[in-house]
């Protein structure tokens, strides 16, 4: 079929649309800059005329290119409200950071700093001292140190103990997990060279079988928390400290990569069960363990690596350090989330740490309701009602996690939920919800309460638009 010459003139030019669009919509302009929605604009007609050359009938291509410039628009990172009950969603960036610990970043960052000088000599001075300092407290540790992520820390230790004659690392079968985005932890371990030497099988790990696999090129003994599932029936694995004894009598270091960070006694913090924290895998006999700053510890995306002090002095030589360390913006959000621990732990602030995941995780049903009456009250919608939901950890950790919770029900017509959904996501603040079972749903254990006022505007102008 010849292409429909009448309907590719019918496409405008790059220039009409940007014109109409900066007429109509200056929303989508003060958020893309001119020359980017240009180029997006140029692309989605350049699009548009392919389709219709193909005999595509394209109904209204202002239309078209606008959800296309909206969408793109949607890209740039700015605050969402959480409603999904999920505490660390790696889709809304993991953990938030405490807002002190923002508000100190504001300064720092803006600023120059003391990143690297030593203020009482002039000279250059060491960096990250004091957060490594604090880490290794929070772990107690001999030493500690901190790397863009998790992940690029397993690399990092690899290329430091398993290189060279020794290139080998004993993991158990049941443990080369997936850990999410398409990556698993054998692929990261081999892109540090070092060779996987895969002992036992999925469900059933012995001690007998990381024995029999050591060799004089083993160069270290690897346990990876399974902290995205977990498996239950005929399973076994040995004790850490049974590893810890083996890897010992072997004279072969020992990592437990931890991957969630759980600074808090979580069975303690809520019905959760029991997280291992850095401190009991390094007194079981582990000589290092490295653990996210973005999951349960509640900071930035960081990889934080903590214990014997040798083997962390060996980590920082290494070549890789260098590509893998992190900025000032990094270092000081930790710092300060550290020191949150750290100071909440020492009784200069009572209770509990100001880090949103542990407050919410310890945040009580009794709390959550009279918020959500109260929501429910200014909204005076027979559609709105109170309910109860099951909040999660996520991102990866706590695969069990099930917290009991509050949600604010939506009970609209089916062909609404997804119209009402999207008018919530897209607005300022987006605020992402559920659909279970028919209803739309936000819960509040993942809202703070400082956002509820932004909510009830947001919802009411929301069921009150024509879906
Ligand atoms: C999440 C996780 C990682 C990766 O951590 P990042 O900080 O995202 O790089 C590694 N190991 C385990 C066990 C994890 O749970």
């Given at each position: 079929m010849p292409p429909d010459q009448e309907a590719l003139r019918k496409i405008p030019s790059v220039e009409?649309?940007?014109?109409?669009?900066?007429?109509?919509?200056?929303?989508?302009?003060?958020?893309?800059?001119?020359?980017?929605?240009?180029?997006?604009?140029?692309?989605?007609?350049?699009?548009?005329?392919?389709?219709?050359?193909?005999?595509?009938?394209?109904?209204?291509?202002?239309?078209?290119?606008?959800?296309?410039?909206?969408?793109?628009?949607?890209?740039?990172?700015?605050p969402v409200i959480n409603g999904t009950g999920v505490l660390i969603h790696t889709n809304l960036g993991r953990s938030p950071v405490a807002s002190a610990a923002a508000e100190t970043l504001a300064s720092v960052a803006s600023s120059y700093s003391n990143v690297e000088i030593d203020l009482h000599t002039g000279a250059r001075g060491p960096r990250a001292k004091f957060l490594e300092t604090c880490l290794a407290t929070l772990c107690r540790s001999e030493a500690a140190t901190v790397v863009n992520n998790c992940a690029a820390g397993l690399v990092l230790v690899l290329q430091h103990l398993a290189s060279g004659q020794k290139n080998e690392v004993i993991v158990s079968r049941g443990e080369l997990v997936e850990i999410g985005g398409g990556f698993r932890i054998p692929e990261i371990l081999e892109a540090s060279g070092a060779k996987l030497v895969e002992v036992g099988a999925?469900?059933?790990?012995?001690?007998?079988?990381?024995?029999?696999?050591?060799?004089?090129?083993?160069?270290?003994?690897?346990?990876?928390?399974?902290?995205?599932?977990?498996?239950?029936?005929?399973?076994?694995?040995?004790?850490?400290?049974?590893?810890?004894?083996l890897a010992k009598k072997s004279g072969i270091p020992f990592m437990h990569d931890l991957g969630s960070g759980a600074m808090m006694q979580t069975d303690?913090?809520?019905?959760?069960?029991?997280?291992?924290?850095?401190?009991?895998?390094?007194?079981?006999?582990?000589?290092?363990?490295?653990?996210?700053?973005?999951?349960?510890?509640?900071?930035?995306?960081?990889?934080?690596?903590?214990?014997?002090?040798?083997l962390i002095a060996g980590i920082k030589k290494t070549p890789f350090y260098r590509a893998v360390?992190?900025?000032?913006?990094?270092?000081?959000?930790?710092?300060?989330?550290?020191?949150?621990?750290?100071?909440?732990?020492?009784?200069?602030?009572?209770?509990?740490?100001?880090?949103?995941?542990?407050?919410?995780?310890?945040?009580?049903?009794?709390?959550?309701?009279?918020?959500?009456?109260?929501?429910?009250?200014?909204?005076?919608?027979?559609?709105?009602?109170?309910?109860?939901?099951?909040?999660?950890?996520?991102?990866?950790?706590?695969?069990?996690?099930?917290?009991?919770?509050?949600?604010?029900?939506?009970?609209?017509?089916?062909?609404?939920?997804?119209?009402?959904?999207?008018?919530?996501?897209?607005?300022?603040?987006?605020?992402?919800?559920?659909?279970d079972a028919g209803i739309f749903k936000l819960d509040l254990r993942t809202i703070f309460e400082n956002q509820d006022k932004h909510l009830i505007n947001a919802l009411k102008k929301g069921l009150n638009t024509k879906l």
């Open positions: 009409k649309v940007l014109h109409a669009l900066a007429s109509s919509d200056s929303a989508v302009f003060t958020r893309v800059p001119r020359s980017v929605a240009t180029g997006i604009v140029r692309s989605a007609l350049a699009d548009l005329r392919k389709r219709v050359a193909k005999g595509a009938t394209v109904e209204n291509p202002l239309e078209d290119v606008r959800i296309t410039l909206a969408h793109f628009a949607a890209t740039r990172i700015t999925t469900n059933k790990t012995h001690l007998a079988d990381y024995e029999r696999a050591i060799t004089d090129r083993t160069g270290l003994l690897l346990k990876v928390h399974r902290s995205n599932f977990y498996m239950e029936g005929f399973t076994a694995e040995p004790d850490t400290s049974e590893l810890a004894a303690q913090l809520a019905p959760l069960e029991h997280e291992t924290t850095p401190w009991e895998t390094l007194a079981a006999g582990c000589d290092l363990v490295c653990f996210s700053g973005d999951k349960l510890l509640g900071g930035p995306q960081a990889g934080i690596i903590a214990g014997r002090a040798d360390r992190p900025d000032k913006v990094i270092f000081t959000l930790l710092q300060e989330t550290a020191c949150a621990y750290l100071d909440a732990a020492s009784g200069d602030t009572k209770g509990l740490p100001e880090i949103p995941v542990v407050q919410m995780l310890a945040i009580k049903e009794s709390a959550l309701l009279p918020r959500a009456e109260a929501i429910i009250k200014a909204l005076s919608d027979s559609r709105v009602t109170t309910g109860t939901g099951t909040a999660r950890c996520g991102g990866g950790t706590m695969p069990k996690s099930s917290i009991p919770s509050i949600t604010l029900e939506f009970r609209l017509e089916e062909k609404h939920l997804e119209p009402f959904a999207h008018a919530l996501r897209t607005g300022t603040p987006g605020i992402v919800g559920y659909i």
